[in-house]
């Protein structure tokens, strides 16, 4: 491939464990020949991979209060980081799409205005898919881009719903595992000592940002069910609430009487502090209601955990119930309560399933094989 790719992140390390995406996907590139330079954030560290050309030109644009100020710097980064990356010869921009706005769109245009070529990867599917939220920026930017990436089917076929003129421009590209960029913690005692969590229970974990969406009020329902037949089980909770009040939760906890079973960390949890949440847990939990992608599943699969999942259709497109993970019909208390509790009752098929859940995360979900995926799907436009 003689095309040079440019990487455009602005997000970076700004957004927790968004980086590691961006470096996997790089290091998977280069490694299947494609020229590649990564343009991001000062907050974001140089990951020092072989052949990567590294660049910071998006300065200081979370650091202001102002959005005013963060939007002109936002615009000088994106300007420098495009104009820099054509001069030296990019053609193809590859843009990580969480929301769409004037601010991307002013990405797309730049691009086009220097004869260069549009490839986006769709993060939050229903800003795109909604037809409720569709708007005249969104469309533009569809008549901007060559080419889309989506993580799973699902998410490809919301798109095409709303926009189907896209249906051939759009591929699937799993997100790809964390394990290059994370340390697997394998002491449990260690872990759950540095927590300050008991040694002796079965630890049952729910982690990321506490989003309604995620359906903690799910699990916290079905929990009472859990403990009466597993009485030395705690569920941790780890993470923050985010646009949420946790007094819901907290209702839910004292009605049912779970306090005594359940340790909550309700805070930001630092990057060198997960590796010991995911090494402290017996499983993992994620009720969610709605999701498209879930990094979370990813990074339980990447620290070798088991996880059980709500059925929804862009999670059960990765697990294979009771093969590499479990599933639960999305919503549904008692099932939820019901699976957990034949989950915990018989512990040499969990661990057959978490081996299992390991050796996906590690093949299918490997850089390299989404590298490749990555580069045919440019060799189109």
Partial sequence: MNKRVAIIDPLG????????????????????????SLYTNDETSNPHIEDLRFYTFFSKIYSSNYKFISGLRWL??????????????????????????????????????????????????????DPSSSSIVGRIMYKLTDLIFTHNEFSREEIIKIAPLLKESIHIVPHGNYIPFINIQKDKKKSREYLDLPADKTI??????????????????????????????????????????????????DDNNLS????????????????????ASDLV????????????????????????????PPLKEVITDNENGFLFNSEDVDDLASRLNQILSDKDNLEKVRVNGNILIKTKFGWDE????IKNAYQTI
């Fill in 204 to 253: 049952l974990l729910f982690f990321g940002m506490i989003k309604k969406v995620k359906g903690l009020e799910v699990l916290l329902k079905s929990f009472r069910k859990v403990v009466d037949k597993n009485t030395n089980t705690i569920l941790l909770i780890a993470g923050s609430p985010w646009q949420n009040d946790f007094k819901v939760y907290q209702q839910i906890i």
């Fill in 76 to 129: 000088l980064g994106a300007s420098l980081s495009i104009m820099h990356a054509r001069f030296f010869g990019s053609t193809i921009f590859h843009f990580h799409i969480f929301y769409t706005n004037v601010l991307v769109l002013y990405n797309l245009f730049l691009v086009k205005l220097l004869f260069g070529k549009v490839a986006l990867t769709i993060h939050d599917v229903s800003s795109f898919a």
């Fill in 260 to 279: 005594e079973n359940i340790i909550l960390h309700t805070k930001f949890i630092p990057h060198e502090d997960i590796e010991y949440y995911y090494s």
């Fill in 370 to 373: 989404i590298g490749r995926l």
């Fill in 285 to 312: 939990v994620l009720p969610y209601k709605k999701i498209y992608q879930s990094g979370v599943l990813m990074m339980t699969l990447s620290y070798a955990r088991p996880a059980l999942v709500s059925d929804l």
């Fill in 13 to 36: 390390a700004h957004g927790s464990s968004f980086h590691f995406y961006t470096f996997g996907q790089s290091r998977g590139l280069i490694n299947n020949g494609v020229s590649l």
